[in-house]
Antibody, heavy 122, light 110 residues
């Protein structure tokens, strides 16, 4: 079964750091661009960023709201994706989803994890 | 405030046809593909439409997408109670060098 499972969420103080993980199973991670998308409580979806494949030199793109504070990385040998979040702000509180981009679907995000909750509060 | 503009709500009765709009600009919808995602209550989003008007395998043909200029729309025909969900449009934005989402439309099946 094709699956993504996020972990690492929790409660952190403003200014703190947190590292989220996303474990992929049922498919070969290194064939796909991967994204992080978040959803604040009661709000809509917000794209966080993406990381391309090794073939595309693992280049990344980020939303302006997180650029310089968040870093996306991947370990294809472990079928894992990561989101390092530093200098966290209260407005970063959200459910964080990892998602797979599918080239056949013109890079639409066709597989999503169940999400992990990050709460930034003092 | 989202880069892509959607109506916050829409509604219809079972069997009806409902259309949800998504308005953008030349830096996104005008020159890029549009995607639509469905988010059922308490669940992760699901890809509904890609390349503006294509359905992934497994998505019923009741769902269709279209694009014209800097606007796009999602049409649901033969509305069912299980279609009650939040719907989001998305596209790549060249000016922002990133994906952008609409604010979402909450669909209620009366």
């Amino acid at each position: 079964e094709v699956q993504l499972v996020e972990s690492g969420g929790g409660l952190v103080q403003p200014g703190g750091s947190l590292r989220l993980s996303c474990a992929a199973s049922g498919f070969i991670l290194n064939d796909h661009y991967m994204d992080w998308v978040r959803q604040a409580p009661g709000k809509g979806l917000e794209w966080v960023g993406r990381i391309r494949t090794k073939f595309n030199t693992y280049t990344t793109d980020y939303a302006a709201s997180v650029k310089g504070r968040f870093t996306i990385s991947r370990d294809d040998s472990k079928n894992s994706l990561f989101l390092q979040m530093d200098s966290l702000k209260i407005e970063d509180t959200a459910i964080y989803y990892c998602a797979r981009e599918q080239e056949d679907y013109y890079y639409g995000m066709d597989v999503w994890g169940q999400g992990t909750t990050v709460t930034v509060s003092s | 405030q989202s880069v892509l503009t959607q109506p916050p709500s829409a509604s219809g009765t079972p069997g009806q046809r409902v259309t949800i709009s998504c308005s953008g600009s030349n830096s996104n919808i005008g020159n890029k593909y549009v995607y639509w995602y469905q988010q059922l209550p308490g669940t992760a989003p699901k890809l509904l439409i890609y390349r503006s008007n294509q359905r992934p395998s497994g998505v019923p043909d009741r769902f269709s997408g279209s694009k014209s200029g800097t606007s796009a729309s999602l049409t649901i025909s033969g509305l069912r109670s299980e279609d009650e969900a939040d719907y989001y449009c998305a596209a790549w934005d060249d000016s922002l060098s990133g994906r952008v989402f609409g604010g979402g439309t909450k669909l209620t099946v009366l």
